[in-house]
């Protein structure tokens, strides 16, 4: 008897995760040409490019990005992509586009939660950013911050007057917990498909 090969287990595996023919669909409804559709692929691809400038980031060093002009146009891409990726649209948009559409209808409730899950973990993530900035702004958010988190009792675990604990947290830990976060929304968007509008009907599989 023959043994199963890697490509049928990895195969095995994705059906087992998602429908046939959803990991990389070509076609959706028609309701998904909406523009609110479109944030959550632009949440994820700005993430790639915060990813890709971080990882740049930290292999030029910590002073790098302070004195050499390819270190600061590598920092505004790895700041602009975090603020396209968090404060100002992508992100937000996406969340609250997807509350008003009360996007846990369908037996999506787990979908909804890992994707405020990754938004808090993201809240952490950026916060920990501007604590390893090493400038002024990082001294002044993390002595203003450590009172708070002294108060509330995690301050001798997350210590934001520790760099090189935020730096751990930023380039490492955190990053991480969102990618896996992450992947496993776009695994459940898969599962279940993407959330109609209140008025229309679910596809039939």
């Not at 890709?52 to 390819?70: E, F, K, M, N, Q």
């Not at 996406?94 to 037996?107: C, E, I, Q, S, V």
């Not at 995690?154 to 520790?162: K, R």
Request: net charge neutral; hydrophobic share 55%.
């Amino acid at each position: 008897m023959s043994s199963t090969t890697w490509t049928e287990r990895v195969r095995a595996r994705i059906e087992h995760t998602v429908p046939p023919g959803e990991a990389l669909p070509d076609h959706q409804p028609a309701y998904v040409s909406s523009w609110i559709y479109v944030f959550g692929v632009l949440t994820l691809a700005a993430f790639v490019v915060i990813v890709v400038t971080g990882c740049v980031l930290s292999l030029g060093g910590v002073d790098w990005r302070h004195t050499s002009t390819t270190g600061h146009f590598v920092n505004s891409l790895h700041l602009w992509s975090v603020e396209l990726f968090f404060f100002f649209f992508f992100m937000v948009i996406h969340l609250w586009g997807k509350f008003w559409m009360a996007a846990w209808r369908g037996g999506r409730a787990l979908t909804w939660v890992t994707g405020v899950v990754a938004f808090l973990a993201s809240i952490a993530t950026a916060f920990t950013g501007y604590l390893i900035q090493t400038n002024f702004d990082s001294q002044w958010i993390s002595t203003q911050a450590k009172d708070g988190l002294n108060s509330v009792g995690i301050g001798a675990y997350f210590n934001v007057l520790n760099t090189a604990q935020m730096v751990l947290f930023h380039v490492v830990l955190l990053p991480i917990a969102v990618g896996l976060i992450a992947v496993v929304h776009v695994i459940l968007v898969r599962r279940k498909g993407v959330v109609p509008p209140i008025d229309a009907q679910e596809p039939v599989a």
